[in-house]
């Protein structure tokens, strides 16, 4: 039995609140926990198969050239080497989100620094790698282009991502309040902590890999066209992914090459990257320029605003950072230019890291607010609320929610607001100087096609889809929706997921997989209901399911009687549809910060920080509340340390290691607090659920450096706010 | 060559190549996966294991230095059946998302607490001598060399200020 929703209207029952069982958005702990704190998960590198060898690859040193000869003899008679690969199928770098085939292969030229060329394989790894390093790569360079904001390159101008709206010049010019500055963000490395892995192994024409992957669905066919092999020859399983945060999107080296590999030595093989490949062969966010112009009157109502973003990508790349993607829609003002342009480089791919658009967009737009206010003598939380438009300012769609004005309310009572003192160097704690500054939060919402197979037997329920969990609590938020819809204990419910064989969900990306899969789940559950109620000789409404029991009109039977002739297996299918184009989406929140700003040195302390949000229904308190703590620290990195940094004269990332990029560690963080607005939004599911997983770092960064602005007086444009250039201004 | 390795109570004739870390004999030679790289360069604690009680990383000594010597991973803190306090505090209070740093977490605080239980002095602690009172600044600054990109370190520090506080 299929149970097929399109989403082309609001769905307003709120059906979840209607049940019995209790579960639904509750703090409950994560399903798979046990396995985790035991060390018990099998992560991708960690299956035990048989006959397994090892992989290293071997990476460019140039940033542009061509290969010219592979001296494969010397190592191949090391000992342990089972193979030297230069395969025509090695992916230059890897597959964007969503992708659905192969990325640009080939190893033969080479368009930047730590491209893949060939793959060694031996008996151990320590052999392997010994061998990698061994190998000698001739080539022959070309010039490279390393500078973003070189002069002499060509800005690409993508029609359909420029906006126009109005006279902004006009605007400017008639302003009683303006702000026309140019901001900067470095290069981000989403650094999950589990490196990108892959073991590989055939059986005759059937491949199996077990791979550190975001979205499975994609994954195959991006692995099977990128080997030139049919998707149904192709079996990923990723039970369980050590973070991805925008990285393994698209199919990687480590799966591609393994697979290679594995086929020529005719043994499984398994591949890690170093931490290193992680930095330099995976993507990395794109450095960005943007010039933002604000216009506003007397009120500090807004007038125009201008957005133009500079970012860069490897010839031949569709993909680049949105970085004005919630600009269009998140201030009213009549006169609009917004401005996206590619310059084309010879550095790693760039790619989604958590956030991509909004993470560096609305935290410089944030930025430039918190000049605009201070600029107008009007509080900023003030300034956003004036600004709030009525419906979308570049179409006139209607929003089919709007918190922003009551995530900015609440956030300032809860974080006490008032409090601050615009004026800043006034509040001082010994050489500290102290500050408070917020920002908003947005981001947009989307929902994604996505199938899932529910299974209510006599023994409980068991749900089947190839949707992963990355850390973001999929498992335990669809066992919720499914335990609160079909009566069930948690216990009784089993989830199984990451594997293709599986029906397949969006994967983890874009803050889409929960509401997505868990729509896909209650479309089951709710087909599941009305057979029982079939069976009762009741309505599906009249029904109420709690504990394994069915009860209606006074009558409670054990679901296990219900079932007697067989377990009730339904797929659902959710489908996107008008509620996606009719409406526009997003979701909103608001960050304050308290920061303390060190006169003598000036380092920066996060004392205090406050996320409050809004994302439709939360399935679970507790894991919803640790994606807003873990985008609110990405935050904290963009504001204050993380920065992939370029040798201008060669193109390397200089920094490739965690003792150099500086991820927020234990001590930078505070007890953040993270609060979440009542909110059902019946346009984005049918479980009327929005996307989570990037919001708390839509904007969070701002909050933290306007917070150093109203601290000590010194206003940094170009991210992370460094001691050099806060020391510079003090 | 041979190394004699006791782990989580069970002795193990470790025959490896002289360039294996220990992590990498823990892994590809025992199939004990439950400590994990996160760097191999000393950087995030993912690989953090017991050896002769104090915590380590692992990726960053080789197996064939520790012939005798006994080590604890995760599997010997506490099996799914039977977890420690520790592990129980990380499961209530959300102190992991993905998991992947979380067995180096639960390692490292489990010795981590004993430090502080013996008196050591961490660089927030108020005086070198004297008992350390368990802060949550000073779990944070003790804590901080182990990573943990899903950033869960808030729910890391209530789990290991639980843990303790439950102990005590
Ligand atoms: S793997 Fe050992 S410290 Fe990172
Ligand atoms: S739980 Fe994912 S890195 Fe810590």
Redesign the pocket.
Known sequence: MTAHVKMDAPDRRNRLDAMAQGVIGEPLDRSEGALKVSGKAVYAHEWPVEGLCHAVLVRAAISRGTVTRIDKAPVEAMDGVLAVIDDDRLLRNPAQGTANKAPVQGPRKIFYIGQPLAVVVAESFEQARHAAQQLVVETEAADAVLDPEAETLEHERPKGKQTSQGDLDQAMGAAAFSIDEVYRTPGHSSAPMEPHAAIASWDGDRLTVRASCQMLKYNRNELADALGIKPENVRILAPYVGGGFGSKLGIAHDAVAASIAARAVGRPVALALSRRQVFETTMRRSESRQRVRLAADAEGRLTGIGHAALVSQLPGEKFSEPVTQATHFLYAAKNREIVHEIVRLNLTCAGSVRAPGEAIGMTVLETAMDELAIKAGIDPVELRKRNIPETDPEGDKPFSSHMLASALDRGAKLFDWQRRNPVPRSTRDGEWLIGLGMSSAARVNMLAEAEAIVTLSAGGVRIESDMTDIGTGTYTVLAQVAAEMLGQPMQSVTTVLGDTDLPPGPGSGGSWGASSTGSAVFAACEDIRKCLAEKLGCVEEELTLKDGHAVTANRRVPLAELLADGPISVRGVIEPGKTSKEVRQSTFGAFFAEVAVNEVTAEVRVRRMLGVFAAGRILNAKTARSQCLGGMTFGIGMALTEELIHDPRTGAIVNRDFAEYHLPVNADVPQLEVDFLEERDPWASPIQAKGIGELGISGAAASINNAIFNACGVRVRDYPATLDKILAGL | MQTDLTINGHTYALNADQRTTL?DALRQHLGLTGA????????????TVLVNGRRI????TLACMHDGDEIVTIEGIGSEEDLSALQQAFMSEDGFQCGYCTPGQICSATAMLEEVKAGWPSHVSDSLDGKPRLSDEEISERMSGNLCRCACYPNIVAAIRSASEASS
Do not use: R
């Open positions: 992590l994990k790289k996160g760097c191999d360069h000393g950087q995030c604690g993912a690989c990383n692992s990726c960053l």
